[in-house]
């Protein structure tokens, strides 16, 4: 077997493009690539550092005129349950979870196909194909695991909802999730968020990362309902309830 050197990372600036999140801003990253003996250290480090997985990359934003972006995780030892998330665990009591590895199967992809198409038909993954959603799946040299859940139906069960995570060595990562859109009284992305707390606890990890919150964004309000949370700021894990305490 080929012996790997583990590596100092070398870090890259992507170039200025639309931000997905606030108008008339633009975005750019900072990232690595994720290969060799050092990546499962690497990304440990660097998501407590408010960096992000997508496939081989670990990126943070790294724009010169806004900060608004933050890494956003929920403390699970401290985190208590809403009215609101107990009626939605409630509403999902019949789903039951699967973890496998991180190998794409086509019920995968139907049910990303449908998501993509009802939540982001104009967003930069509605042209993604079966090869494009496979790399995003399987194209990971760190821990990552496919969280599925399934409902009962007349036939046995079927895919409703799923979870990309990396499980690192102090929490849950939570990559991407996607769902069966339109049934709209399960909330099966909040609820996905509550079996990852519980999952972390079950794994006895003190964390679970929702990735970036944005103060302003309205697709990003749902990460507030999770109480604490905290957020990467000034090079430090802040709660959010002593940043709202600061306007």
């Known amino acids: 077997m080929r012996h790997v050197i583990s590596r100092n990372p070398q870090f890259y600036v992507t170039a200025p493009q639309e931000c997905p999140y606030l108008e008339n801003q633009v975005e ?3 990232f690595t690539a994720l290969y060799g003996s050092n990546s499962e250290k690497l990304n440990n480090s660097l ?5 992000r ?19 956003a995780r929920i403390p699970v030892k401290e985190f208590t349950l809403s009215k609101s998330q107990k009626r939605t665990l409630k509403a999902n009591i019949d789903l039951s979870r ?6 794409a199967s086509d019920e995968q992809f139907f049910l990303f196909t449908k998501y993509i198409k009802a939540r982001h038909a104009n967003g930069g993954m509605s042209d993604m194909d079966c090869e494009d959603f496979s790399a995003m799946i399987e194209e990971t040299n760190v821990n990552s695991k496919v969280v599925e859940y399934y409902r009962p139906n007349k036939r046995g069960k079927n895919l409703i909802s799923l979870s990309l995570i990396d499980i690192l ?3 849950i990562s939570m990559v991407y999730s ?14 996905m968020i509550l079996d990852q707390i519980k999952l972390a606890r079950e794994l006895k990890l003190d964390y679970v990362y929702l990735g970036y919150w944005v103060d302003g964004s309205p697709k990003m309000d749902y990460k507030k309902e999770y109480k604490p949370l905290e957020v990467f700021k000034d090079n430090i894990w802040q709660s959010t309830i002593f940043l709202n305490s600061e306007k």
């Open 98 to 103: 699967l973890i496998k590895d991180p190998v």
């Open 28 to 30: 750019r990253k900072l």
């Open 178 to 191: 996607i769902f069966e859109p339109g049934i709209h009284r399960r909330s099966l992305g909040k609820y």
């Open 53 to 71: 997985r997508s496939q081989n990359v670990l990126y943070r934003p790294s724009c010169s005129n806004c900060c608004a972006c933050l890494s």
């Open 47 to 51: 998501s407590k550092q408010g960096f």
């Open 169 to 171: 060595d102090d929490g």
